[in-house]
C-alpha cells in the first residue's frame, strides 16, 4: 500500500470526527495523512485509519481568521511535500469551497484531487462533485464525506457499518468509578448553540433526585461552569480531561445531556445516547449525532433556523432557554432508563413540590420539541 492520500477537514473536534467514516474507507486502500485545524487536529489522531496528522489554520476556517501570509502559505507547501502525497480528498461542508486549498495543494504538487464545489473548479480538482445535483445538501455530514470519498473512489469496506468510530482507550474507572453514571457536558465552543448554566444545574438536581449518579465534563477553561452545574449533586470533572480521556470517559457512560458541540460526536464514536440540546442555527439532519440513540430536544422552526449565528440574534435565546430541565430528566429516563440507583428512584420520582408547579406547567408545550433521531 504505497499510495498516500491527504484527507483535508480543516474545522473543529466534531466535523473531524464526522470525517471518520469516509477516513476508512479511504484508510481501506491507501495509506491516511489528515490535514486539520489546530482545534481538529486531536479528534483527527484518535480517528482509525489515520497514519499521521498535519495541522495548520486555515485562513477561511478558523474563527478568528489568521492572516494570508507567506511563511503560512509555505509552511503549510513545506509539509505537504515532506509528506509526499499523491492524491487529496478534500471534505467540506455546504457553505465552504474546496478551491482555495485545493490551488495550494496544486501548487505543492499534489496530483489528483478531489472535492465538492458550486463554483467551476477548472484544473483546480480533478474530480468535482456538484452539491444538490451529484448528492443531497440535507443529509448528515457523515455520509457528505463518504459522498466526496466514494467520488474519489473509495467506499466502505464489507462489514464497516459507516458509524463514526474512536481507537479504544483504557477504562478512565480512575475518574469515573465504577458504578453507572450520566454525563452533563454543558460548555460550547458557539455561544448561540449553549443552554444555561442554570438549566443545566437544575437537570442534575433533577437527575441526581432521580437516582442518576451524574459527572460533569468541562475543558480546562470551563471550569466555573463545570462547577456551577455540579453544585453538589454531581461530581466536577471540569479540566481533568483531554480528549482522549473524556473518550473513555463518555465511552462508560450511560447517556450525555449535551448541546451540538464536540463532545456530542465524540460521545456518539463510542456508542453513547445523546440527549442533544440542539440550536437550529445549523440544520440537524446535518450535524445532530450520528448514529447512536438520540432525543433531540429545542425548537427547530425557532427564529435562529439556518442562520449559522455564533452569538444568538434574538433575544433570550427561546430556541433552547423554552426547554425545561425536567425535559432533560424525562429524556435521559427514555434513553437509559436501568441507569438509576434504585433504591433512590422511588424518592426522585416525587420531586420537590415547588419544582413540581414550576415545571408542570411547560411539560405539554414541550413535548413537540422532542423527536428521536
Not at 480521556?245 to 447517556?255: K, Q
Not at 439556518?306 to 452569538?311: G, L, M
Not at 434574538?314 to 440507583?341: D, T
Request: with cysteine.
Amino acid at each position: 500500500m504505497n499510495r498516500r492520500v491527504l484527507v483535508a477537514r480543516l474545522d473543529s473536534v466534531g466535523d473531524v470526527l464526522l470525517a471518520g467514516p469516509a477516513v476508512r474507507a479511504i484508510a481501506a486502500e491507501a495509506e491516511v495523512v489528515m490535514l486539520a485545524g489546530p482545534q481538529g487536529s486531536g479528534a483527527a489522531a484518535l480517528l482509525p485509519g489515520v497514519e499521521n496528522v498535519i495541522s495548520w489554520a486555515s485562513p477561511w476556517i478558523v474563527d478568528p481568521a489568521p492572516p494570508v501570509d507567506a511563511p503560512s502559505i509555505e509552511d503549510l507547501h513545506r509539509q505537504m511535500v515532506d509528506a509526499r502525497i499523491d492524491e487529496a480528498v478534500i471534505l467540506t461542508s455546504f457553505h465552504q469551497s474546496p478551491l482555495p486549498l485545493a490551488l495550494l495543494l496544486r501548487l505543492s504538487g499534489v496530483d489528483r484531487i478531489t472535492g465538492a464545489s458550486t463554483d467551476f473548479a477548472g484544473s483546480l480538482l480533478d474530480v468535482r462533485l456538484k452539491p444538490g445535483e451529484d448528492f443531497p445538501e440535507d443529509q448528515p455530514e457523515a455520509e457528505r464525506a463518504l459522498c466526496i470519498a466514494a467520488a474519489a473512489g473509495f467506499r466502505l469496506p464489507a462489514g464497516d457499518p459507516g458509524k463514526l468510530a474512536v481507537r479504544a482507550d483504557p477504562a478512565a474507572t480512575a475518574l469515573t468509578g465504577t458504578d453507572p453514571y450520566i454525563v452533563v457536558h454543558p460548555g460550547a465552543a458557539v455561544p448561540a448553540r449553549a443552554w444555561p448554566p442554570e438549566h443545566h444545574a437544575a437537570a442534575v438536581t433533577l437527575l441526581s433526585q432521580a437516582g442518576y449518579r451524574v459527572l460533569v465534563t468541562g475543558g480546562p477553561g470551563e471550569t466555573a461552569i463545570t462547577a456551577q452545574v455540579a453544585g453538589s449533586y454531581a461530581t466536577d470533572l471540569g479540566g481533568q480531561t483531554d480528549l482522549r480521556t473524556l473518550a473513555a470517559v463518555l465511552a462508560g457512560a450511560s447517556a450525555i445531556v449535551v448541546g451540538n458541540t464536540g463532545p456530542a460526536h465524540l460521545a456518539a464514536a463510542v456508542g453513547t445516547p445523546v440527549v442533544s440540546l440542539f440550536a437550529p442555527v445549523v440544520p440537524a439532519i446535518r450535524w445532530a449525532p450520528y448514529g447512536v440513540p438520540t432525543v433531540l430536544l429545542g425548537d427547530q422552526q425557532a427564529a435562529c433556523r439556518n442562520t449559522r449565528a455564533r452569538q444568538c440574534p434574538v433575544p433570550g435565546h427561546p430556541c433552547l432557554s423554552s426547554v425545561r430541565p425536567v425535559r432533560v430528566l424525562e429524556a435521559v429516563r427514555q434513553l437509559a432508563p436501568g441507569a438509576a440507583r434504585q433504591e433512590q428512584h422511588a424518592a426522585g420520582r416525587a420531586e420537590p413540590a415547588a419544582q413540581h408547579r414550576q415545571h408542570a406547567a411547560g411539560r405539554a408545550e414541550d413535548r413537540k420539541e422532542v423527536r428521536t433521531v
